[in-house]
Each structure stands twice: as C-alpha cells, then as structure tokens.
C-alpha cells in the first residue's frame, strides 16, 4: 500500500534552517508529482511547493519563494523540502502528498516550530 512518512521537523530559532524528508513506498515514486503542505493552528491547509517527476519544475507559494526548496531524490523514494530562514509565521504541520492540483495519499505530518 501506499505510505508516505515524513520526518525532520522540530524547534528552530527564528532566521534557523530544517530540512524535512518524506519517505515514499508502494507505488513508483519516479513517476508522481510530490507536492508539500502545510497547516498551521486554526488554519487552513496551504500548498507550500510541488515538483514533478523528474524533478525538472518546481512551484512554490509566494510566501515561501527564496526561502523553501523542494528537491527529490528518486533512487531513494525521498522527497525533501529544505526551509532556509524561518520565521515564526511558518509554524506549522508540514504534510506531503502524491500530486499535483490534485491529491490521494497524504502522510501523517511533522511539526515544525519557529520560536525564540
């Protein structure tokens, strides 16, 4: 069956870096789009950034851009998002998810907290 499982998260400063992992199996990770998402307290989940397959295009929310990127490495099934320069606003469950505009499998999520 389908698993993703994420890891990486935890307590960062303000202006401190994370890099999160997803661990994908059961189907061919080479041939999805991956997408990350966050959802902070009391909101929303947000689309934070989405590669393709290949890892040839990327996409990210404004909010993000010059801060977040996501990357894959398709030998190991992974999927990584390296957050550079974090701000207290990106707290937050961070999820990925199998896709691109549309979405079917979705991890357990990691806790990423900006704090001084």
């Known amino acids: 069956q389908v698993q993703l499982v994420e890891s990486g998260g935890g307590l960062v400063q303000p202006g401190g870096s994370l890099r999160l992992s997803c661990a994908a199996s059961g189907f061919a990770f080479r041939s999805r789009a991956m997408s990350w998402y966050r959802q902070a307290p009391g909101k929303e989940r947000d689309l934070v950034a989405t590669?393709?397959?290949?890892?040839?295009?990327?996409n990210y929310a404004d909010s993000v851009k010059g801060r977040f990127t996501i990357s894959r490495d398709n030998a190991k099934n992974t999927l990584y998002l390296q957050m550079n320069n974090l701000k207290p606003e990106d707290t937050a469950v961070y999820y990925c998810t199998r896709g691109w505009a549309s979405y079917d499998y979705w991890g357990q999520g990691t806790q990423v907290t900006v704090s001084s």
């Open positions: 590669i393709t397959s290949s890892g040839g295009t990327t």
